[in-house]
C-alpha cells in the first residue's frame, strides 16, 4: 500500500509539471497584449517598460520556470507564514503572483472568495449526496416498483437538464412569480442572529437546490447499482438465513459494502465542486471562486487565469489519488503490488 | 445505465423464436431498441426535433434576424407562436435557427471526438509500444480542468479566428474544435478495452496466419467488432456536446448574439427573465429534451448492442 501511494504521488508529480506547462504555455502563446487596452498616445519605451512591470521582459521557459517557482515555493511557504503567524526567510522580498487587473496577489484573492464557493456549492454538494443516498438505497431495494421507475426517469431528466436552467428556471418560479426566496446571492450578508441567519439560508436554498438535484441525479445511480450488484450475493442469503432481521441486513451488510464504490465516486467529484460551479455561480451572482475565473478571464487577467485553472488541475489530480488510495483501503480485496 | 433494461426482464425473456432463420444482427439489435420504450420515445422525439429545425424554417417562414421594435417582447399569438424578444424579433424563427447550430456543433464535435478517441483506442489496444504513451495521454487529459480551460482558449482565440475566417465559420470552427478535442478521453478508453479483448480472439489469430496485414486486420477484424461501443459513446457524444457548447454560451464565450445557439438564446434571455420569462422556458426546454432524447437513444442503443441483452 505505501509503495503503491508512493509511486501515485511519483506519477502525480510529471502529470502535473505537464499540465502546468500546457496551461501557461495556452495562455503565453495566445495572440493578446496586455498593454493593447491603453491609450495610443503612451510612447513604445514606456509600453514597453510597462510589459516588463508586469513580467514579461524575459524569455518563456524563464518565465515558466518563475511562475513556477511562485506557485509552487513562493505561495505556500507565504501561506505557511500566515497560518502559523512566523517568518521563513526573506518573505518581504519573495515574488509573489499578482494580478494584472488588481495588482494584489492572487493567492489573497483566491482565499477571499473560497469561503463564498465552499459554502454554497459544497452544501450543494453535501445536499446532493444526503438526497441520492436514500433515492438509490430505495430503488435498488424495491427494483422494478413505481418509486424505483419514477427514480430512474428524474434522475435521467435531472442529469439531462442542464443546470443553467434548473437554476434560471427556480429563479423564474420562485423568486419572480412566488417571492419566496432572492435571484441574488449576498456576500456581504453576515450572520448576527436569528434572523439574519434565517436571511442567509434563504438565499442559500436555491443554489444548493440546483446543485445539490444536479449532483443527486448521477449519484443516486451509482447508489442503485452498487446495491444492486451486493444484494445478490451468497453473503445477503447467508444473513438471511442466519435470520438477521431485513434492516441489519439492509443497513450493516448491504449498505455498508454497497459504499464503497460510492466514496471513492464522491472524492473523485470534488474538484468539480470548484470548478463545475462556475456556471451556478454565474447564475446566482455568488462570487466565489468561479466567478473570479470568469471576470479574470473577461478581463484577460492572465496570471489570475492561470493560477485558477492550475489550482483547478491540482485539486483533479488530488483527489483522483485520493480516491484511488480509499477504495483499496476500504475494499480489502484490491491489493496493490 | 445498464439497469434500464433490467426493468424489462420480461420482455427480454420472450424472443421472437418464429423468426428465427432469417435474423441479422442489426435486426436484432433493432428489435432489442425497439423493445426500450424510453430509448423509443427518445428516438422519436429526437428525429422530431431534427425533423422541426431542419423543415421548420419552410413552414414558419419568417426572417430570425428581423427587427421589428414595434413588437418587442411580445407574448404567445398567431403571428408569432412563442412571442417576440427585445429587438421584436421572431422566438420560434430563432429558436429554429438557434436548433441547427446547436445540432450542427453537438454532431460534427461528436465526429471529431469520436475520430480522435478511436484512433487512440485503437492504436493503445493494438500496437504494444504506443499504449504507454497513449493512456498516460487520456490520463493527462482527464486531470486537465476542461471548463475553464475551454473557456481560456475560447476568450484568447475567438478575435484571431474570427478575422481569419469569418465571424460565424471562426467561432463554429474554433468551438467544435475545442469541445471534440476535450471529450475524446472516454470513447478511447472503452475502444481500447474492446480491442483489447477483440484482439485475443482466434479469427484474428487465423486473420493473421492466413498473412492479413496488420492495417487490414485492424480495418477488416478490430474495427467492425468495436463499433458497439464506438456508435453509443457517439450517440452521448452528442448530448454532452451540445450541453458543452450551451454552457459555453451561457457564459457569453460561445456564439455572438447575431448567430445565436439555444445557449446563447438562454443567456440573452435571461436577463429579461421578469419582464417575458418564455424567452428563457423556450431555448432552455429545447436543449433540456434533445438531450434527455439523447440519452435515452444511447441508453437503449447500449442494451441493444450488448450481446449478453440481445434476444437470445
Known amino acids: 500500500m505505501l509503495n503503491y501511494t508512493l509511486r501515485r504521488l511519483a506519477f502525480a508529480v510529471p502529470t502535473l509539471l505537464v499540465i502546468s506547462f500546457i496551461i501557461f504555455a495556452l495562455l503565453d502563446l495566445a495572440p493578446n497584449d496586455p498593454t493593447g487596452n491603453l491609450p495610443l498616445t503612451i510612447p513604445p519605451e514606456v509600453r514597453e517598460e510597462i510589459r516588463r512591470s508586469l513580467g514579461l521582459g524575459e524569455a518563456f521557459p524563464i518565465r515558466y520556470l518563475k511562475w513556477l517557482q511562485q506557485f509552487m515555493v513562493n505561495e505556500p511557504l507565504n501561506l505557511i507564514e500566515r497560518i502559523l503567524g512566523i517568518e521563513i526567510g526573506n518573505s518581504a522580498e519573495r515574488l509573489r503572483v499578482r494580478s494584472w487587473v488588481t495588482r494584489s496577489p492572487v493567492v489573497d484573492l483566491v482565499v477571499e472568495r473560497l469561503p463564498q464557493t465552499l459554502l454554497v456549492v459544497g452544501m450543494g454538494y453535501v445536499a446532493g449526496i444526503l438526497i441520492a443516498l436514500p433515492i438509490g438505497v430505495v430503488s435498488a431495494y424495491r427494483q422494478y416498483s413505481w418509486f424505483d421507475q419514477i427514480g430512474t426517469f428524474v434522475s435521467m431528466v435531472g442529469f439531462s437538464v442542464p443546470t443553467f436552467f434548473t437554476g434560471v428556471l427556480l429563479i423564474v418560479i420562485f423568486s419572480v412569480h412566488l417571492g419566496w426566496f432572492p435571484s441574488i446571492y449576498d456576500t456581504m450578508h453576515q450572520v448576527t442572529h436569528l434572523p439574519s441567519f434565517w436571511v442567509q439560508v434563504r438565499q442559500m436554498v436555491l443554489p444548493v437546490a440546483v446543485l445539490g438535484l444536479y449532483n443527486a441525479a448521477q449519484l443516486s445511480r451509482f447508489v442503485r447499482a452498487s446495491m444492486l450488484d451486493n444484494l445478490g450475493q451468497d453473503y445477503v442469503r447467508t444473513a438471511r438465513a442466519k435470520g438477521m432481521r431485513e434492516r441489519v441486513v439492509l443497513f450493516i451488510h448491504v449498505l455498508r459494502n454497497s459504499l464503497v464504490p460510492v466514496v471513492t465516486v464522491i472524492a473523485l467529484g470534488i474538484p468539480t465542486v470548484f470548478s463545475g460551479a462556475i456556471i451556478t455561480e454565474q447564475i446566482f451572482r455568488v462570487n466565489g471562486l468561479g466567478q473570479l475565473l470568469i471576470t479574470a478571464i473577461q478581463g484577460a487577467d492572465i496570471p489570475l487565469v492561470q493560477t485558477l485553472t492550475f489550482i483547478f488541475a491540482v485539486l483533479i489530480v488530488f483527489f483522483n489519488l485520493i480516491a484511488d488510495l480509499l477504495y483499496g483501503m476500504l475494499d480489502p480485496r484490491i491489493r496493490y503490488e | ?312
Open chain 2, 1 to 312: 445505465m445498464s439497469e434500464a433494461t433490467e426493468a424489462y426482464p420480461a420482455a427480454a425473456a420472450d424472443p421472437a423464436k418464429a423468426e428465427r432463420g432469417q435474423r441479422s444482427l442489426w435486426g436484432d439489435v433493432w428489435r432489442q431498441f425497439r423493445r426500450h420504450r424510453g430509448g423509443m420515445a427518445g428516438a422519436i422525439l429526437f428525429l422530431a426535433i431534427v425533423l422541426a429545425v431542419f423543415v421548420g424554417p419552410s413552414l414558419h417562414d419568417v426572417d430570425s434576424q428581423a427587427l421589428n421594435v414595434r413588437e418587442k417582447n411580445q407574448g404567445v399569438s398567431l403571428l408569432h407562436p412563442m412571442g417576440t424578444d427585445n429587438l421584436g424579433r421572431d422566438m420560434l424563427a430563432r429558436i429554429l435557427a438557434g436548433g441547427r447550430i446547436s445540432l450542427a456543433v453537438g454532431v460534427t464535435a461528436m465526429l471529431l471526438s469520436l475520430f480522435v478517441g478511436s484512433v487512440v483506442g485503437v492504436l493503445a489496444g493494438f500496437v504494444r509500444w504506443l499504449e504507454g504513451p497513449l493512456l498516460r495521454l487520456t490520463d493527462l487529459f482527464l486531470a486537465l480542468p476542461l471548463l475553464p480551460l475551454l473557456l481560456v482558449t475560447i476568450m484568447l482565440f475567438r478575435d484571431t479566428l474570427r478575422a481569419m475566417l469569418g465571424p460565424e465559420t471562426g467561432i463554429f470552427l474554433l468551438i467544435v474544435f475545442v469541445i471534440g478535442i476535450t471529450s475524446w478521453m472516454q470513447t478511447a478508453r472503452v475502444v481500447r478495452g474492446a480491442v483489447l479483448s477483440v484482439k485475443e480472439q482466434d479469427f484474428v489469430l487465423a486473420a493473421r496466419a492466413i498473412g492479413t496485414r496488420e492495417r487490414r486486420i485492424v480495418t477488416r477484424h478490430i474495427l467492425p467488432n468495436v463499433l458497439s461501443p464506438i456508435m453509443v459513446s457517439a450517440t452521448l457524444g452528442i448530448a454532452t456536446a451540445i450541453i458543452t457548447e450551451s454552457a459555453l454560451s451561457f457564459l457569453g464565450l460561445g456564439f455572438p448574439s447575431d448567430f445565436p445557439t439555444w445557449g446563447r438564446l438562454l443567456y440573452d434571455g435571461v436577463n429579461y427573465v421578469q419582464i417575458n420569462p418564455s424567452r428563457v422556458i423556450w431555448p432552455g426546454l429545447a436543449i433540456s429534451l434533445t438531450v434527455l432524447s439523447i440519452n435515452y437513444v444511447g441508453d437503449a442503443l447500449r442494451d441493444a448492442l450488448d450481446p449478453r441483452l440481445r434476444g437470445r
